[in-house]
């Protein structure tokens, strides 16, 4: 089994960044397909990045490809999202997911465990 744990939420103006970071604890972390999902309020939560095994394969949806960036640390157990060029509706909580799989997965129901999110408020 895996823990996650995210970090790195906060306010931040429109155009700026942030970088989330995962930690993940179990010794089985470097064979999880990991991914970061986002709920805004009143809304579905929504995939947003998803990333292989060795990092070597990823998939964004298409409000973000071009401004985050997901990457993976296996040494150091942890996932991270670079998010530039922050906008408004970028504003929601943000979970890091992980499944025990080698595909990727895009959609929530897909992956086994949840980190607790962190926020991220863009203001404009």
């Known amino acids: 089994q895996v823990q996650l744990v995210e970090s790195g939420g906060g306010l931040v103006q429109a155009g700026g960044s942030l970088t989330l970071s995962c930690a993940a604890s179990?010794?089985?972390?470097?064979?999880?397909?990991l991914g970061w999902f986002r709920q805004a309020p009143g809304k579905e939560r929504e995939f947003v990045a998803t990333i292989s095994w060795g990092g070597a394969a990823t998939n964004y949806a298409d409000s973000v490809r071009g401004r985050f960036t997901i990457s993976r640390d296996n040494a150091k157990n942890t996932m991270y999202l670079q998010m530039n060029s922050l906008k408004p509706e970028d504003t929601a909580v943000y979970y890091c997911?992980?499944?025990?799989?080698?595909?990727?997965?895009?959609?929530?129901?897909?992956?086994?465990?949840w980190g607790q999110g962190t926020q991220v408020t863009v203001s404009s």
């Open positions: 997911a992980g499944r025990p799989s080698y595909g990727l997965a895009l959609e929530k129901d897909d992956y086994d465990y």
């Open positions: 179990g010794r089985t972390f470097s064979r999880n397909v």
